[in-house]
């Protein structure tokens, strides 16, 4: 699976759009982009995932690039809730290979007053 | 309510003792996983199984065991040879290849 890049931390205004970039320049075509959210001490949750196309749902937006070699959550509308680490994950979905997710470090999105 | 559910959330164990990390899932999803995560760090993958009675290496496999003997059930085995057990171990399942990851609440082991 390919590897991504994302910033360690990032800050963000409560009411403000949050975007979260993400660098996966050795992405294959036949991979996915998936984000979690992990909260202090929980499991992380799944967010969003995608191929090529931009996608939305209600909880955030993934844009991807043209070239597929980055991609961009966004959270509309961030909440002190939404302080958490945020994972983007590069999978390969080959069938007859395993279907792991490789966790890197992620990003801390610190959000606030 | 269909879930993931870890227990025990905190464990304590003393050193040279196996110790077994339970996960059950009524979600009826075929592949589960096992992670442990330090403080700081992300997740590293131990075990998986993407069916019954089938379970392969993680990247971190080492001083761990896992059975898969139920659909429902991926227990985690630390065993003695666990040089550095303390951490912050995570189940999930998933139905299929292409599809995300639920996760468990996690069970934070401490060896003393």
């Known amino acids: 699976d390919a590897k991504t890049t994302q910033p360690p931390s990032m800050d963000c205004a409560e009411g403000r759009a949050a975007n979260l970039p993400c660098n996966h320049s050795t992405i294959s075509g036949n991979e996915y982009v998936y984000w979690y959210r992990q909260i202090h001490s929980q499991g992380p949750q799944y967010i969003i995932h995608?191929?090529?196309n931009n996608e939305t749902n209600e909880m955030a937006s993934l844009i991807i690039t043209e070239d597929r070699k980055s991609s961009t959550l966004i959270l509309p509308h961030a909440t002190l809730r939404d302080t958490a680490v945020y994972y983007c994950i590069v999978r390969s979905l080959n069938t007859g290979t395993a279907s792991k997710l490789t966790f890197g470090t992620g990003t801390r999105l610190q959000v606030t007053l | 309510d269909g879930g993931i559910t870890q227990s025990p959330k905190y464990l304590f164990r003393k050193e040279g003792q196996n110790v077994t990390l339970s996960c059950e899932q009524n979600?009826?999803?075929?592949?589960m996983y096992w992670y442990r995560q330090d403080p700081g760090q992300g997740l590293r993958l131990i075990y998986y199984s993407q069916i019954v009675n089938d379970f392969q290496k993680g990247d971190i496999a080492e001083g761990y065991s896992v059975s898969r003997e139920k659909k429902e059930s991926f227990p985690l085995t630390v065993t003695s040879a666990q040089k550095n057990p303390t951490a912050f171990y995570l189940c999930?399942?998933?139905?299929?290849?292409?599809?995300?990851?639920?996760f468990g609440s996690g069970t934070r082991l401490t060896v003393v």
């Open positions: 995608g191929l090529k």
């Open positions: 979600l009826n999803h075929d592949a």
């Open positions: 999930a399942s998933s139905p299929g290849t292409t599809y995300g990851y639920t």
